[in-house]
């Protein structure tokens, strides 16, 4: 049975527009993109195969434009349209940080951490520096490392909060394994750099761990 035999409530783009995107799952989602399967499949039966196949929603869309376009049943078409979807969302992330309001919602900047740093596979220490209303000034890579760690140096951090004349900054870095759970390592240098900032008087309102799942915040965590 193809997707338009389905009953109205259940083909996912008459799903989305009654219910919201969060209502699909990540098959039905993908569905969207795909428009339809190879013979006797659906666009959900070919999404599920997707995500069966690279082991989830991350190690699908993680994957390079070219690398997608060679999975079955995708191609340079389908491939280009996921690649471009997961483009818009982070640059509708960027365009909310930095239209000039203050940066009231901190998940935010989580998300927008989340969507820069979880792709790369060596880990990756940048900050998001801030004016006096928190509103966004610049965002910068400042570290990288192998897969397993980058070596952060809080005399830089500061010099680049001096440079921007930030007055309150948000880190954040990847964990590539896809913990998001802080090591003692993210707890010593989230303390570090919190000291550090304090003598220029810049306050370190979060650090975000970013992994599989949700970011991690040091602050919610009491870290800060």
Not at 31 to 42: K, V
Not at 58 to 74: S, T, Y
Not at 109 to 130: K, N, Q, S, T, W
């Amino acid at each position: 049975m193809q997707i338009r035999d389905w009953p109205e409530g259940e083909r996912p783009r008459e799903k989305l527009l009654a219910l919201g995107p969060p209502r699909l799952s990540d098959a039905e989602l993908l569905a969207l993109f795909l428009g339809s399967g190879p013979r006797g499949q659906t666009a959900v039966d070919l999404g599920r195969q997707l995500l069966e196949r690279c082991g989830g929603l991350r190690g699908l869309l993680d994957r390079p434009a070219a690398d997608l376009a060679r999975l079955p049943g995708l191609g340079p078409a389908r491939a280009s349209a996921l690649a471009g979807a997961l483009e818009l969302g982070t640059r509708h992330l960027a365009q909310h940080l930095a239209r000039g309001e203050a940066l009231t919602e901190p998940g935010l900047a989580g998300d927008y951490l989340a969507r820069r740093l979880r792709p790369l596979p060596y880990e990756v220490f940048a900050c998001l520096f801030l004016d006096t209303r928190h509103r966004v000034i610049a965002f910068e890579e400042l570290f990288r490392g192998t897969l397993d760690g980058a070596e952060v140096h809080p005399r830089e951090v500061v010099q680049r909060c001096l440079a921007h004349h930030a007055a309150a900054v948000i880190i954040g870095h990847n964990h590539p394994s896809g913990s998001a759970e802080p090591s003692a390592a993210d707890r010593a240098v989230t303390a570090r750099l919190k000291q550090a900032l304090a003598l220029v008087e810049v306050r370190l309102l979060d650090h975000f761990i970013i992994g599989d799942g949700p970011p991690c915040s040091m602050a919610r965590l009491g870290a800060l």
